[in-house]
Nanobody
Framework: QVQLVESGGGSVQSGGSLSLSCAASGDTSTSYYMGWFRQAPGQEREGVAALDIDGSTSYASSVKGRFTSSQDSAKNTLYLQMNDLKPIDTAMYYC?????????????????WGQGTQVTVSS
């Protein structure tokens, strides 16, 4: 099993930037498919960025060009750099891990989740 802890959320104005981190602990010797998700009140959980075990990344169309996901394997940490933030980006952000192939479109594919970190963007 792997435990995930997100940090770095906060409040920014529209156009600002935030960097989220997701620290993994536990069974970090296993390769996982990693993902960033967000959920706004009353909305379904939405996939934001995926990081495959080969290091390739993919993004939701709503954040492509503004968000960048990366990882530091030595620190067992996943990052999400968010630039040009918009009020519509306001949500609780979660990182997740899957021990088998997973896709952003199917959050249920991910079997490990962090507790989330709140991002609030004001206009």
């Amino acid at each position: 099993q792997v435990q995930l802890v997100e940090s770095g959320g906060g409040s920014v104005q529209s156009g600002g930037s935030l960097s989220l981190s997701c620290a993994a602990s536990g069974d970090t010797s296993t390769s996982y498919y990693m993902g960033w998700f967000r959920q706004a009140p009353g909305q379904e959980r939405e996939g934001v960025a995926a990081l495959d075990i080969d290091g390739s990344t993919s993004y939701a169309s709503s954040v492509k060009g503004r968000f960048t996901s990366s990882q530091d394997s030595a620190k067992n940490t996943l990052y999400l750099q968010m630039n040009d933030l918009k009020p519509i980006d306001t949500a609780m952000y979660y990182c997740a891990a899957a021990s088998v192939y997973a896709e952003l479109e199917y959050p249920a594919d991910y079997n490990y989740w962090g507790q989330g970190t709140q991002v609030t963007v004001s206009s």
